[in-house]
């Protein structure tokens, strides 16, 4: 099956600085790489999402890049602000399953310093 | 709409008990899933269906048990609680027909097994 990890476990930066989290993958067939961010005991929700068929996508301060080849994709978080901080975790799924069988990777807690 | 509604929001069970979490959603989703969050272990997904009628098991489905009694509804069911059971556990669903698409997620149960 598919092995997501994920880098750094913990992350802390300045207000308005950049943050940056890689992840990487096993399985060659993954096709879509999720983001999802998890605040102080909430639920997990999705913030961006990449499919492999393109390179790069932008969100206001957030974008993820993929490559295809190294098998690894990132989260840039640009000009940080407090309510960035929270729990990101990568995901990474192929459409053979016919579901959204995603598989996680183990989190890395974000810290924005005021 | 409310979503994902999971029930209950927090539980405390002696080994050996039995309980049933239950998920429903309003969204006219097709699929479902159960997770379990650990701190350093991300999300693992224990079962899933892909779409009413039909179950699978994910990465950790060893102790548990699962019913999509309809469209709607997706349960877990612990037959006999474990320690390594506890867990924050949480319910998703994603869209009609779709693969590679947004999760959404329950508000999440807080297992403890003493």
Redesign the interface.
């Known amino acids: 099956g598919e092995n997501v990890e994920q880098h750094p476990s913990t992350l802390s930066v300045q207000e308005g600085d950049s943050a940056v989290i890689k992840c990487t993958y096993s399985d060659s067939a993954s096709n879509y790489f999720p983001w999802y961010k998890q605040e102080l005991g909430k639920r997990p929700q999705l913030i961006i999402d990449i499919r492999s068929n393109v390179g790069e996508k932008k969100d206001q301060r957030i974008a993820v890049t993929l490559n295809k080849t190294a098998k690894h994709f990132s989260l840039h978080i640009t000009e940080t602000q407090p309510e960035d901080s929270a729990v990101y975790f990568c995901a990474a799924s192929s459409d053979q399953t016919g579901a959204n069988n995603l598989f996680f990777g183990t989190g890395t807690r974000l810290t924005v310093i005021p | 709409n409310a979503g994902v509604t999971q029930t209950p929001k927090f539980q405390v069970l002696k080994t050996g008990q039995s309980m049933t979490l239950q998920c429903a959603q309003d969204m006219n989703h097709n699929?479902m899933?159960w997770?379990r969050q650990d701190p350093?272990?991300?999300?693992?997904?224990i079962y899933?269906?892909?779409?009413e009628g039909t179950t699978?098991k994910?990465?950790v489905p060893n102790g548990y048990n699962v019913s999509r009694l309809n469209k709607r509804e997706f349960s877990l069911r612990l037959e006999s609680a474990a320690p390594s059971q506890t867990s924050v556990y949480?319910c998703a669903s994603?869209e009609v027909g779709?693969?590679?698409?947004?999760?959404f997620?329950?508000?999440?149960t807080q297992l403890s097994v003493l």
């Open positions: 699929s899933y997770y350093g272990m991300g999300l693992r997904l899933y269906s892909a779409s699978d994910g990465e949480f994603s779709a693969t590679n698409e947004k999760l997620f329950g508000s999440g």
